[in-house]
């Protein structure tokens, strides 16, 4: 078993839908969660960094953990076409090594 | 602009041949990493370096070296014992610090190899 699972997708809305991308884990001792985008021949864009449980909000997108259960999740409001790419997400201890650990990533398609 | 440049964007190696692929960085960032990624699968961490002339293995070093003699700079020398070196790599840097100040990784935009 991988130590971070994501559903690889792809998934496909239409555009203006509300998208919900998650992520599950099997370490407990990850408190630091990051949600990558990344388009198609392109290096990972960071585009939320959270720690520990909570929600945190950024314009359209919002992140949320929750550690009791792994599991994470990025919220798209309002999808455009323009967030059709691959989300990543990836996580780490908290130490000075800044080792992270990704998940496969879920390929998203949002159609005009 | 601050950023990380990767070259090239594509590499083509034949058998038996080294190749070396490019990751300078301009953002004062202490820590750089190689990443490799396969379709379908999340990045494998190759090698990290968090000072310059220091470098540790990462899960998949096996095929792979790097140096880091200047902090700008972490090249990655895919060997011809590295038996299935296609696959986008990437290159990533981030700011040393403690807790929440050890900042996220910014990645490069990857080169792609692939085997003549």
Redesign the interface.
Known sequence: QKEVEQDPGPLSVPEGAIVSLNCTYSNSAFQYFMWYRQYSRKGPELLMYTYSSGNKEDGRFTAQVDKSSKYISLFIRDSQPSDSATYLCAMRVDNAGNMLTFGGGTRLMVKP | DGG?T?SPKYLFRKEGQNVTLSCEQNLNHD?MYWYRQDP????R?IY?S?IVNDFQKGDIAEGYSVSREKKESFPLTVTSAQKNPTAFY?C?S?I?????S?????????T?LSIL
Request: hydrophobic fraction near 30%; proline fraction near 4%; avoid cysteine.
């Open positions: 990380i990767q820590a379908g699968q999340g990045l961490l990290y968090q990437l990533a981030s040393r610090g403690q807790g929440f050890n900042q996220p990784q910014h990645f490069g935009d990857g792609r």
